[in-house]
């Protein structure tokens, strides 16, 4: 089992900055690779960065130039440093963790801009 505990959300204005974390606790050492989705009102679940264990990182198109993932190893906590921020980024952010006894989720973190 993978436990992940989500920070950093909030109310930012447009163009403001906002950087998430994910701490992740039990077998770790199953994880193959950590990330972020989003949902939107309205609107299905989508990808937005991932981390694979070898380090490998992936951004959405969308985000791509504006969000930034990284990794602390020490504390096996991933960050998602938000920048540019617009409107449509507004959703609940999810932290994701891939791992061979299955795909664990947190419980999500609000993030919010106003135009």
């Known amino acids: 089992q993978v436990r992940l505990v989500e920070s950093g959300g909030g109310l930012v204005q447009t163009g403001g900055s906002l950087r998430l974390s994910c701490g992740a606790s039990?077998?770790?050492?199953?994880?193959?690779?950590m990330g972020w989705y989003r949902q939107a009102p309205g609107k299905q679940r989508e990808w937005v960065a991932t981390?694979?264990?070898?380090?490998?990182?992936n951004h959405a198109d969308s985000v791509k130039g504006r969000f930034i993932l990284s990794r602390d190893n020490a504390e096996n906590t991933v960050y998602l440093q938000m920048n540019s921020l617009k409107p449509e980024d507004t959703a609940v952010y999810y932290c994701?963790?891939?791992?061979?006894?299955?795909?664990?989720w947190g419980q999500g973190t609000q993030v919010t801009v106003s135009s």
């Open positions: 994701n963790a891939r791992a061979f006894s299955g795909n664990y």
């Open positions: 039990g077998s770790i050492f199953s994880i193959n690779a």
């Open positions: 981390i694979t264990s070898g380090g490998t990182i």
